[in-house]
């Protein structure tokens, strides 16, 4: 782990896991094995570049898959399920499914980090009732 991380209570880091300078992880968040993250946008190994690192955030109850690498300079929302293997590099909502290459959204999940089913923009898991409205889901009731 690097200086200046931020490591929240509750947080899961599996095997091989890098945590570098400028990433911020809230609590209960899941770090699968091998994901990475990057500091620098554009890295050359004779070009020092450390006052350019950027933050990189990952909200609460997030979580990363196996070999998912999350450029830096994004946040990721909300119980946001990464999946294995993307390439996120660009801020995720909150509850967003995101896959591939480069990360796209493919649906949403709840707290649970279970696919939301929609009935009418409502779904719910075991935790909450969930809205979509405008392209973003809202949490009715906890």
Not at 69 to 95: F, H, R, W
């Amino acid at each position: 782990m690097g200086p200046k991380v931020k490591i929240g209570n509750g947080v899961k880091v599996q095997n091989n896991v890098s945590i570098y300078e400028g990433v911020e992880v809230e609590d209960d968040v899941f770090l699968g094995p091998s994901m990475v993250f990057t500091n620098v946008v554009n890295p050359r190994a004779f070009i020092i570049r450390r006052e350019e690192f950027q933050k990189t955030l990952l909200k609460n109850g997030c979580s990363i898959g196996a070999n998912a690498t999350i450029i830096c300079g994004i946040t990721i929302g909300e119980y946001a399920l990464i999946g294995s293997g993307a390439v996120v590099n660009k801020d995720v909502q909150p509850y967003a499914l995101m896959v591939g290459v480069p990360a796209k959204q493919i649906g949403w999940v709840g707290i649970s980090g279970n696919t939301l089913k929609f009935v009418d923009n409502r779904a719910e898991d075991e935790f909450a009732i969930y809205k979509l409205t405008d392209d973003s889901l809202k949490v009715e009731k906890i």
